[in-house]
């Protein structure tokens, strides 16, 4: 860190403390060069994740709105509640890790699909006919005879 008062780029740590929030810890510092004391703040730098909707409009990732949409397909479903914010946390982690400051919807309901395929097949059919907007039965039923060959080859 480089100190404000006389630019050396050599300093210790003398106290670290977490602030009142806990988002980000104080440190007190002392300059190795001239031995005045600064104080610096080091916090978790959020990046803004926008999604790029099907009709090209853009908005903020909401990972309340994904929660909701996993939890309507399990709906009736034997699955927990605990597996479905593992779905949420994984989706958003791997969105995170990718360090893109903009996603198309489409490829998160494909990773939630993908999710959902592994965990309850029921669940995976309903999100997949709201997701891929299923016009028809022939639609339905070839989504069905997707899952079935998938299951078949593993």
């Not at 404000?4 to 210790?12: L, Q, R, V």
């Not at 106290?15 to 810890?25: L, M, V």
């Not at 479905?84 to 494909?110: A, H």
């Amino acid at each position: 860190m480089k100190c404000p008062y006389c630019g050396n780029e050599d300093s210790k740590v003398i106290d670290s403390r977490h602030t009142e929030d806990g988002r980000a810890i104080r440190r007190r510092r002392e300059c190795e060069s001239c031995g005045r004391r600064f104080t610096t703040y080091e916090k978790v730098e959020e990046m803004i994740l926008m999604v790029i909707k099907k009709d090209g409009s853009r908005q903020a990732f909401d990972r309340n709105k994904l929660l909701n949409g996993i939890v309507r397909a399990c709906e009736k479903r034997p699955v927990s509640v605990s597996d479905m914010e593992r779905i949420v946390n994984d989706i958003e982690r791997g969105l995170n890790n990718m360090m893109e400051k903009e996603v198309e919807s489409t490829f998160i309901g494909e990773l939630v699909m993908e999710q959902l395929r592994d965990l309850d097949e029921v669940a995976y059919v309903r999100f997949a006919s709201v997701y891929r907007q299923f016009t028809d039965v022939n639609t339905f039923v070839q989504e069905v005879e997707r899952l079935l060959t998938t299951r078949k080859k593993a």
